[in-house]
Nanobody, 120 residues
Framework: QLQASGGGLVQAGGSLKLSCAAS????????MGWFRQAPGREREFVAA????????YYANYVKGRFTISRDNAKNTVYPQMNSLKPEDTAVYYC???????????????WGQGTQVTVSS
């Protein structure tokens, strides 16, 4: 199971660090991704990290502002979000899968989501 946390309200230009904690002993075998869904919009890809942490992928609209990392010893993945914009407001979901991918259907396990609100 995946448990996302760290969301909240922040002013534009601010930072937040989300966490996604996984239960189970096979976390280090899985690639981890983050997706987000804003009101009235479809869920979209944000960032992904390979099982080893070596490979990372970012959506163009967060590249240079967000950094994804993982600590397999703690079964946790962290997206550090800097220079936040009002358009980053969304519910953020973490997901686990066998392939490091930008595609939602490649992920088998999903967390419950955490709300991020960026005020202007």
């Amino acid at each position: 199971q995946l448990q996302a946390s760290g969301g909240g309200l922040v002013q534009a230009g601010g930072s937040l660090k989300l966490s996604c904690a996984a239960s189970g002993r096979t976390f280090s075998h899985y690639a981890m991704g983050w997706f987000r869904q804003a009101p009235g919009r479809e869920r979209e890809f944000v960032a992904a990290v390979s099982w080893s942490g070596v490979r990372t992928y970012y959506a163009n609209y967060v590249k240079g502002r967000f950094t994804i990392s993982r600590d397999n010893a703690k079964n946790t993945v962290y997206p550090q979000m800097n220079s936040l914009k009002p358009e980053d407001t969304a519910v953020y979901y973490c997901a686990g899968g066998l392939v490091t991918s930008t595609v939602q259907r490649e992920y088998n396990y999903w967390g419950q989501g955490t709300q991020v609100t960026v005020s202007s």
